[in-house]
């Protein structure tokens, strides 16, 4: 199945568009896992068990991983999300942008190494910076679009002087995704829940492609207007919450308080559709 076939699948199976979102740091681990970056694997694991049936996506933050030499956690993790939930996509979250030849390396560690079904990219460095990524055939790729970061103003809000109508950078951004980028239909955004005007902007631009939307929860975001914003039928969202549902809880019932979380906020985001 390609990323967007897998996506439609889960979207349906969970009745979701919420992703779950791990970004493990041990210093910040409930109960019994305190502070041991041995455990991420067990965390994370635990965190997926509880969530897999309501969520649209999982997105794994590469660096909280290699911050800690656990890049072998991550492969086991990566492993154990195929096996208890296969029909629901990993996205690797790495923010990768560098020349074709090391992106090739780049895109293998995503796809190969590690699995995933779709990786999150800057597009900084411009089309032959993604273009490797898009050989890897049914896999996904967001670009960097409007971030939900108050610094993503620096660049991301200038006008882009040189294109008739002077669109703002992000708008270009979304335009270059939607039309000449998006070569095989592999190509998505990444817009901030904490700009909500923002992402209704980006639907105008790219009224099909799918947008990865981190930002509710621990940063504010507003939910419902997220999905006012973002969804359209057949154009799908995928809602990223890290911290406020794997830190539910500070006690040993972690997972059984990142389930409730996650199923207050999955639901919050369908009743937003109507
Ligand atoms: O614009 C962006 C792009 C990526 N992120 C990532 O999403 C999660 C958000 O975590 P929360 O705990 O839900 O705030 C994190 O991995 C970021 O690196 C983002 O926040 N904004």
Known sequence: ?????????????????????????????????????????????????????????????????????????????????????????????????????????????????????????????????????????????????????????????QRFASIEGQPLLYEHVARLAQGPWNLNGQLGLVVGATYPAEIERVRLVAPTLPLLIPGVGAQGGDAVATVKAGWRPGAPIIVNSSRSIIYASSGDDFAEAARREAMRTRDLLQAARA
């Open 1 to 157: 199945m390609t990323f967007l076939e897998m996506l439609g699948a889960a979207e349906r199976q969970n009745q979701s568009m919420l992703c779950v979102g791990l970004d493990p740091d041990p210093l910040k681990f409930p109960g019994r896992y305190k502070g041991d970056s041995n455990k991420i694997y067990d965390f994370c694991a635990a965190i997926v068990d509880a969530t897999a049936d309501l969520s649209i996506a999982f997105k794994p933050q590469i660096a909280y991983f290699a911050a800690h030499r656990a890049e072998g956690q991550l492969e086991r993790l990566m492993e154990h999300m195929r096996r208890v939930a296969p029909q629901v996509p990993i996205i690797l979250d790495a923010k990768r942008g560098d020349i074709g030849s090391t992106a090739e390396q780049y895109a293998i560690e995503a796809f190969e190494r590690y699995g995933a079904d779709a990786v999150t990219l800057s597009p900084f460095m411009g089309f032959d910076s993604v273009a490797p990524y898009l050989k890897h055939e049914g896999k996904g790729a967001f670009l960097l679009c409007r971030t939900s970061n108050p610094g993503g103003d620096d660049l991301q809000n």
